[in-house]
């Protein structure tokens, strides 16, 4: 059943958010039960299909996120991985929480660095794209043309991106069921057009490349971990595979979608692929032993694919916004599809390996929104 399937797509990220952004919230108002212990309301069929640019826009769901990772191209061909995602929270009569992640990956300088910004307060109320500002840091969007704006030190990202291909509605209407655990929205731009400006230590200068974007809303709530691929390879064709894991860390959900060279989406079985780790990492900031290095096959389609880290070290200590690491990273691709050799770059996600962090670090974050969420 391909609704039933497309329950792994839910899974990115909501451990996070359920257990660590709720934490912030609960500390600027009196006690409640934490919400990924209370069920959401009955599944329901789609309110309305989805529209563009109105479901760009900020929704008044639990859970949505506009998530963005790619690469960045100088004129003389250095290449730097980026994660930009915000995340929106909405739980009642609390203040809507965002958070904001940011993330490069400095190949020629063979380091990782990351950054977060946490702010309370609605940014509900466009209909026709989304302009949100978490403590300085700026995306804005509608109709596949987006703008990415954030400084930090001594990162910074001045981006635009324009979509080449339609939005991939998962399973057909961008509508996913999951049962008693809640009801989501979902699309996928695969393959965005970037060009801009990045900024590090030793200045600022112009860049182009691709870039992936994900956006999901709706009341649903899901605990356990993940691996997650984004792949785009150079015939202009994308992969995303999911591997779920239960809260108890034995397999559940495996499912895939291909999207074509014309933006054509196809979704793939569970049987359909193997994700094979190569190698593993264990991290010297929160012991984690993640998997690091893939063989990634899809039979059906002649696909046979490597995937290899641009470095070890991609993991994102963020104990200030949600209460947890994960390892988020640039990989490079080299395979075959069918007789012909393929490349391409791509990103992986591993969530659920690294034990949840000290919630000191979130409470004191709390405690210096907390006030400002009080004032007019």
């Not at 309110?47 to 949505?64: I, K, M």
């Not at 989304?130 to 001594?154: C, E, K, M, R, Y």
């Not at 014309?262 to 010297?284: K, Q």
Request: aromatic share 10%; proline share 7%.
């Amino acid at each position: 059943m391909r609704g039933a399937s497309m329950r792994g797509a839910s899974m990115r990220h909501l451990t996070a958010l359920a257990l660590g952004l709720l934490l912030l919230v609960g500390c600027a108002a009196p006690a409640a039960p934490p919400a990924y212990v209370r069920a959401p309301d009955p599944p329901r069929a789609p309110a309305e299909p989805v529209s563009f640019p109105r479901d760009e826009a900020p929704h008044d769901n639990l859970t949505e996120w506009w998530y963005y990772t790619g690469h960045l191209f100088t004129d003389d061909g250095a290449r730097y991985g980026f994660e930009f995602v915000v995340f929106q929270v909405v739980r009642g009569d609390y203040p809507v929480v965002y958070v904001a992640h940011m993330a490069v990956t400095d190949g020629p300088k063979g380091q990782f660095w990351h950054d977060q910004r946490v702010q309370l307060g609605s940014q509900i109320g466009k209909d026709d794209g989304f302009d949100l500002d978490v403590s300085g840091w700026h995306l804005q969007g509608a109709l596949g043309h987006d703008a990415i704006a954030a400084d930090a030190d001594p990162y910074g990202l001045d981006l635009q991106l324009t979509a080449t291909k339609p939005p991939a509605l998962h399973d057909g209407i961008g509508w996913i069921s999951f049962g008693p655990v809640g009801d989501s929205y979902y699309y996928s731009r695969t393959r965005l057009a970037v060009e801009g400006a990045l900024r590090d230590a030793d200045g600022t200068r112009p860049v182009h490349g691709q870039a992936w974007m994900d956006h999901q809303w709706g009341d649903f709530l899901v605990v356990g971990g993940w691996d997650w691929y984004s792949l785009q390879l150079d015939d202009q064709t994308e992969l995303m595979l999911f591997l779920t894991r239960a809260p108890d860390g034995s397999a559940a959900l495996r499912l895939g979608t291909y999207v074509a060279a014309d933006g054509a989406a196809r979704e793939l079985d569970a049987d359909a692929f193997t994700a094979t780790p190569t190698g593993s990492w264990t991290s010297p900031h929160t012991g984690a032993v993640y998997p690091s290095g893939w063989e990634v096959t899809v039979p059906r389609l002649g696909l046979s694919l490597r995937l290899d880290p641009t470095l070890l070290d991609q993991e994102l200590q963020t104990a200030a916004t949600t209460g947890l690491a994960y390892w988020e990273g640039e990989v490079v691709i080299d395979g075959a599809h069918g007789d012909a050799p393929i490349t391409g770059l791509g990103y992986v996600e591993l969530t659920g390996y690294a034990p949840t962090q000290p919630s000191t670090a979130a409470a004191s974050t709390s405690a210096s929104v907390s006030a400002s969420a009080r004032l007019p």
